[in-house]
Structure formats: C-alpha cells, structure tokens
C-alpha cells in the first residue's frame, strides 16, 4: 500500500513499501481510504525500520490536480454559496412587501378592532423576513470575502508543485540581488531594520530553494 506523508507546508510525498523509478505511475491511498493515480518523481528519504524501510517519493497527481486546482474549487464553491444566499435575501426582501399598499397608507393599529390581530401579525411576518433577508446578505458577503483569499491562493506556486524550482530559483536571485544593494547603498534602506528583513528573506528562500531541488529536480 502507498500512503501519504507530510514532508513540508503544503507537501505530501507518497511513503511506499516497494522502490519506484522516476516516471513510475502508482496509486496513492489517502486517510480516507481515496485512492489517486500519481506519478513519481524524485525520492526523499526512508521512513519505517531497518528491517521494514519504506521509500517516500515526490509526487504529482495524475490528472493534474494540485493546490491551485483545489483553490479554484473553493472559489467555483464558495461563489455558489454567495450566490444562493443573494437568492434567499432577494427573496425575503420580495416576500417582506406582503401587504405594502396597506401599509403605505401608515394607518395605526386598531387595538380591539377585529383587524388588530391580522395588522400585527402581518407587521410581525415582514419584519422577520426583513431580517432574514439582512441576514442572508450578510452571509453572501462573508463567503465572497473567503472568495478573495481562496483567489489569490489560486495563482500561487507552492512547494507541491514542479514549477516551484523555477520559481523559487527567480525569487532567490531576487532578494540576493536587492540585499546586496542594500549592502552597498545604506542611503536606500527603507528603515533600521531593512538590511536584517532582506537578510531573513534570502535564507527563506534558499530553504525554499533547496527543498525543491530535493523535490523535483
């Protein structure tokens, strides 16, 4: 059985009882009991016994999924929750003018009168379904501020991916380059702390770095 380990954030190898080559495809089988079809890349150390070793390698699913994809599945998601509690706001608001021409004319309550009961329960009704349609905005609100993140996280490069070497090498000759400059140029560091922040981010990403070439090179 092939299973899933963490290795890093946002990286699972497969840990396997038998060797793979690069290019291999094999099934991986998630806590669930899910089984997906992925490909082999790179191997990244043992796990398990001396006497029971099992391998763990990188991996790429099959059928192309990774966390962008997943990403764009929340926001296709979360949209239609937005979507469907605009619905129900709308339709609340339009159930909320039951009765509007009566109540335009702003007659008061006639206590003891036969319609007494029928006027506050009328007033009653529209002002619950005034509320839920309040409610219900509020809620598509909230999931399309989820919507912004889970944008964001679509377009991201992560170490789960392949494409990470590339990008990580750019990123990594980038902050070199400017902590440098701020090595040579005091003048042009923003604050105090400039130099130190620039110094942090190429270690950060050297880590990154390193860690995709294990991955994927």
Known sequence: MNTYKKYCPNVFVAQCEEKHEKGDTIIVETKYGKENECIVHNFVGYTGTKENPMYCYSITRADGFNNQERAKQKVEKLNGYADNADKRSNAAYEASNEGKDF??????????????????????????????????????????????????????????????????????EEA?????????????RPHGMSLSYASKKVKDLKSKYETAVKLWS
Do not use: C
């Open 103 to 172: 109540l335009a004319l702003a007659e008061p309550i006639k206590v003891g009168h036969h319609s007494e009961k029928r006027h506050r329960a009328l007033i009653e009704r529209n002002w619950k379904r005034m509320e839920k349609s309040v409610n219900e905005a509020d809620k598509a609100e909230a999931y399309r501020e989820r919507t912004a993140y889970w944008e964001n996280m679509a377009n991201k490069i992560d170490l789960s991916m392949p494409e990470s070497l590339e990008f990580f090498a750019i990123q990594l």
């Open 176 to 188: 070199k380059e400017y902590h440098q400059f701020l090595k040579d140029n005091p003048a042009e």
